[in-house]
């Protein structure tokens, strides 16, 4: 059994998922909570002194960073 099954589908369902549909706006949506939980991690990150929640915090911010990076990329091709 294979925990996690990589193919031409996964990616495929990711766009679908994540599409832009004017109706409902989840694209824009999806932006606005990445760059919330950017600025969440970043205001976190300021106010930490332990150096376990430092490390936490960066690593929030760096994978917020990197799915807004991919909405951003997804908004533009449409």
């Known amino acids: 059994m ?7 589908g ?3 369902d990711i766009y ?4 832009f549909d004017p ?4 694209l824009v949506e999806e932006i606005a909570q990445a760059r919330q939980e950017i600025e969440d991690a ?7 002194s332990d150096p376990d929640l430092i490390d ?3 690593y929030k911010g760096n994978a ?5 990076r ?9």
């Open 70 to 78: 991919f909405l951003l990329r997804q908004a533009k091709m449409i």
């Open 16 to 19: 679908k998922r994540i599409s």
């Open 42 to 48: 970043y205001e976190n990150f300021q106010n930490a």
């Open 64 to 68: 917020a960073w990197k799915r807004y």
């Open 10 to 12: 996964a990616e495929e």
């Open 23 to 26: 109706d409902s706006n989840t």
């Open 2 to 8: 294979k925990l996690f099954q990589r193919g031409n």
């Open 56 to 58: 936490c915090y960066i």
